[in-house]
């Protein structure tokens, strides 16, 4: 017989780390640097910032808050400069 533990959507989801710390820092960026803040542009600096750093995956909740907390402490500032380039080039040339 095969034996099934359940399974509860609430502790159990794929999530990557470094898109939700991208998410925030372009949002918190947008604003220092006066950038437009609509949601088109907001989503291209995430795109742009995303594509240049490594994903960082977590399956549970508990993982992803670990997580979260390594990579704010070891690649904030990667995930700053790949962050305020995207804004910078979303900035100078916004598509709406």
């Not at 088109?40 to 995303?50: F, I, P, R, S, W």
């Amino acid at each position: 017989m095969e034996s099934r533990l359940p399974i509860n959507d609430e502790q159990v989801s794929l999530v990557n780390i470094m898109e939700e710390l991208v998410k925030l820092r372009v949002r918190e960026t947008m604003r220092d640097l006066g950038a437009c803040e609509c949601q088109t542009c907001y989503l291209n600096a995430c795109a742009l910032a995303l594509n240049t750093l490594t994903p960082k995956y977590a399956t549970t909740r508990k993982g992803a808050l670990l997580s979260k907390f390594y990579e704010m402490k070891n690649a904030n500032s990667v995930i700053l400069v790949a962050v305020t380039q995207a804004v910078m080039q979303v900035k100078e040339c916004p598509h709406h």
